[in-house]
């Protein structure tokens, strides 16, 4: 037997991009799965001695930088801001955050 004949209806793949057929001579990209915003942690020191305290913001911001520098610009001097990971698109959604918001957890 001879090599696999490809299928037709098979979608190509471009550098994590599928481009489906819509069989009226039109293709569609589709974005595979891409966090489109940041988890950031907060953690206070508190001025008169105890324990630290870590609160949770999701931002709106693929980049760890900007979404820290969101959240920093409204922190005191005792706060550390540190981006954590990844907010999937689905959870921005879910939380209503359009680019560039933030909402604590």
Do not use: C, W
């Not at 057929?21 to 953690?43: C, K």
């Not at 820290?68 to 990844?86: K, L």
Request: aromatic fraction near 6%; glycine fraction near 12%; proline fraction near 10%.
């Amino acid at each position: 037997m001879g090599a696999p004949i490809a299928s037709p209806f098979a979608a190509p793949r471009v550098r994590g991009i599928s481009l489906r057929h819509r069989g009226n001579g039109a293709a569609s990209v589709v974005y595979q799965t891409m966090a489109n915003g940041q988890v950031v942690l907060i953690t206070t020191e508190p001025l008169g001695g105890g324990l630290p305290v870590r609160s949770v913001y999701y931002v709106a911001e693929q980049d760890p930088a900007k979404a820290e520098a969101i959240i920093a610009a409204m922190m005191a001097p005792n706060e550390r801001v540190e981006a954590f990971g990844a907010l999937p698109e689905p959870a921005v959604k879910a939380l209503g955050l359009k680019p560039g918001d933030f909402t604590r957890g």
